[in-house]
């Protein structure tokens, strides 16, 4: 069944994508929505409700299924509604991580060194082409996903993390910055190529992983 799900979701992926060459709306709607609940119903077949860090976890899951509905529409409200969907997402994958502390001094250190550096380089480069209105909500993401890596990352190099989970807060991370420089600079579809497969692969590793 894993398998199955695993496969069943990245077909869906596909299909979007390719509906997103023609702009097929009503396609890549319902392929992204399909695509999303893949991820959701593994989770939960992988026994998700078990323990307290699964299910933060499958909150994580089921909050980006709220995102990725909301982002299906142009409108700044259903826009702003979705990055709150995935800022609180990355909110309880931190939290799902945070049961497994305390992590070492050292490796919340080099968790916190590398996500500054990453995000900082970032910003650096988004922030020149983000239009006004954007600049203080992307800002608030951004400090929200730098908590989520440093501390998945954190708890990587020590030891109490699983490092798949580690791996899918980096992929759902850099996957961001996909929809940053489509949504809110000049327009950059051509990020959806890869942005769309990466954020369905941190999703599916978030869930395979439980």
Do not use: N
């Not at 069944?1 to 390719?18: G, N, Q």
């Not at 050292?106 to 900082?120: D, K, S």
């Amino acid at each position: 069944m894993t398998l199955y799900l695993i496969l069943l979701c990245l077909f869906f992926v596909a299909v979007c994508l390719w509906a997103e060459q023609r702009r097929a709306i009503l396609l890549i709607g319902f392929s992204k929505s399909a695509a999303s609940l893949c991820f959701v119903y593994l989770a939960w077949h992988q026994g998700a409700m078990e323990t307290h860090f699964s299910r933060l976890i499958f909150a994580g899951l089921i909050l980006s299924l709220l995102g990725d509905v909301f982002l299906l529409s142009a409108r700044r409200f259903l826009f702003l509604g979705g990055m709150a969907a995935f800022g609180l997402a990355h909110v309880a994958y931190t939290a799902g991580f945070l049961r497994l502390s305390p992590f070492p001094s050292f490796a919340w250190a080099v968790g916190a060194g590398l996500t500054i550096l990453f995000m900082g380089g970032v910003m650096v480069r988004l922030w020149p082409s983000l239009l006004t209105q954007w600049r203080v909500p992307v800002a608030a993401y951004t400090i929200i996903i730098g908590a989520m890596v440093a501390t998945a990352l954190a708890g990587g190099i020590g030891g109490q993390l699983a490092l798949p989970f580690a791996a899918a807060a980096l992929a759902f991370a850099v996957s961001d910055i996909s929809v940053a420089r489509d949504r809110l600079t000049a327009s950059d579809p051509g990020s959806r190529i890869w942005g769309l497969p990466l954020y369905y692969a941190a999703q599916l590793l978030f869930a395979a992983s439980l």
